[in-house]
């Protein structure tokens, strides 16, 4: 079923319609839309999920509203400011199967090797997170909570961080108004580590 889309092209003309079609592969075809390089896109009508393809997306996506107008807008978009393909950038638990799901509908998307990469170090972060090994603000148990190593955060402004004991006393503390890094050791003997404004603590390279 032809999908019609409003996009944001450079044309002097303003909004650029475009209808997509399905292809040999079930897969339906953006390659006229990416040649336009729309900055926004916005499907026009309702959209029933009816193909393979758009099914399997759709389980892939976990949204529960039956509807994949977002992920043929995110298909059909060649954004040059989109934050998915920014570089270093690590997708959430939360954008990771909408990501997936777009990357099903249209696999060559010219930003698709950008897209993978972000679900990668996203997962990578996830399966760190899991383990106790990256953490923001807050207080946590040591060996429960968090693991005992050497982390790191980088360009932080007003970071405080402290080691407390059993009974809540400091071990040893730190506090910056600007850093472009900041390193700490937690040990296996300390009961917690606080901190405050020191963004996401990872493990030292």
Request: net charge negative; glycine share 8%.
């Amino acid at each position: 079923m032809p999908v019609k889309l409003q996009c944001e092209t450079d044309s002097e003309w303003g909004d650029s319609p475009f209808t997509v079609h399905g292809g040999k592969d079930g897969r339906p075809g953006f390659a006229e839309v990416w040649a336009a390089k729309p900055s926004s896109c916005e499907v026009v009508g309702s959209l029933d999920i009816v193909t393979a393809v758009e099914k399997q997306a759709y389980k892939i996506s976990k949204y529960n509203d039956q509807d994949i107008s977002t992920l043929y807008e995110m298909c059909a978009e060649v954004d040059p400011d989109d934050v998915y393909a920014e570089a270093n950038f690590a997708a959430s638990s939360e954008q990771i199967p909408e990501i997936n799901a777009a990357l099903t509908l249209c696999p060559t998307h010219p930003h698709a090797k950008k897209w993978r990469q972000a679900v990668q170090r996203g997962q990578a972060d996830a399966d760190l997170e899991a383990q106790g090994r990256l953490f923001g603000s807050g207080t946590y148990r040591v060996g429960k909570e968090i693991k005992a190593g050497t982390y790191v955060t980088r360009d932080v402004e007003g970071c405080y961080w402290e080691r407390q004991d059993r009974a809540g006393n400091t071990i040893d503390n730190y506090f910056t108004n600007g850093a472009r890094r900041v390193q700490v050791t937690i040990r296996s003997s300390d009961y917690a580590f606080h901190s405050e404004n020191c963004g996401e603590w990872r493990p030292a390279r």
